[in-house]
């Protein structure tokens, strides 16, 4: 069973539409990450989540907007898409234990989305 | 704020050789970890080590160490016996009180047969 699970891999859409990017994990921890990398390989963080409350949202446009229905789940829903928006984004997970970024953060398989 | 840099993009080694990728952060917290994931085509990101920065053994993991300056901020990665599979983009992560990774921009290492 894989640890943590993105869909979909692959999402090739037109600017301006909505869509939306799954993530699951069965490891039972209890904060989840969205992190973007792009074309140039930079990755950075976006949001996390520690039990279904938003910890962290970076300077992020507010048409990212990600939702966790429960600390299983992390999903990324994107407004009106724009070119810039193309990149890979990976979801993690991990156990904390107090404040420090001390556990291993596990990460999904990345999922490519293509504006065009 | 918390910074990471990696100076080599790119990093070239002769198969069953050595190599040592650098990493410098910079941070004013005392307690924090340090990581350095590997990157492979397939995309996936993937653990190769982890570093506690209040312990001054430096962790190995196989034919993976590292050599953890904390005076100096350097956290630089060294693989022995380099085989073709471990060719993958490298990065160094910081991870302190704000919970989240923060990544250096990486190194890819290429294998020579």
């Known amino acids: 069973d894989t640890a943590v699970s993105q869909t979909p891999k692959y999402l090739v859409t037109q600017m301006g539409n909505d869509k939306s990017i799954k993530c699951e994990q069965n490891?039972?921890?209890?904060?989840m990450y969205w992190y973007k990398q792009d074309s140039k390989k930079f990755l950075k963080i976006m949001f996390s989540?520690?039990?279904?409350?938003?910890?962290i949202n970076e300077t992020v446009p507010n048409r990212f907007s990600p939702k966790s229905p429960d600390k299983a789940h992390l999903n990324l829903h994107i407004n009106s898409l724009e070119l810039g928006d193309s990149a890979v984004y990976f979801c993690?997970?991990?156990?904390?234990?107090?404040?420090?970024?001390?556990?291993?953060?596990?990460f999904g398989a990345g999922t490519r989305l293509s504006v065009l | 704020a918390q910074t990471v840099t990696q100076s080599q993009p790119e990093m070239s080694v002769q198969e069953a050789e050595t190599v040592t990728l650098s990493c410098t952060y910079d941070?004013?917290?005392?307690?924090?970890?340090l990581f350095w994931y590997k990157q492979p085509p397939s995309r996936q990101m993937i653990l190769v080590i982890r570093?506690?920065?209040?312990?001054?053994q430096n962790a190995t993991e196989n034919r993976f160490s590292v050599n953890f300056q904390k005076a100096a901020k350097s956290f630089s990665l060294k693989i022995s016996d380099s085989q073709l599979g471990d060719a993958a983009m490298y990065f160094c992560?910081?991870?302190?009180?704000?919970?989240?990774?923060?990544f250096g921009k990486g190194t890819k290492l290429s294998v020579k047969p």
């Open positions: 993690a997970s991990s156990q904390t234990s107090g404040s420090v970024a001390k556990n291993i953060q596990y």
């Open positions: 490891l039972g921890h209890d904060t």
């Open positions: 989540y520690n039990n279904k409350e938003l910890i």
């Open positions: 941070t004013s917290e005392s307690d924090y970890y």
């Open positions: 570093q506690e920065a209040y312990k001054q």
């Open positions: 992560a910081y991870g302190g009180s704000q919970g989240n990774l923060i």
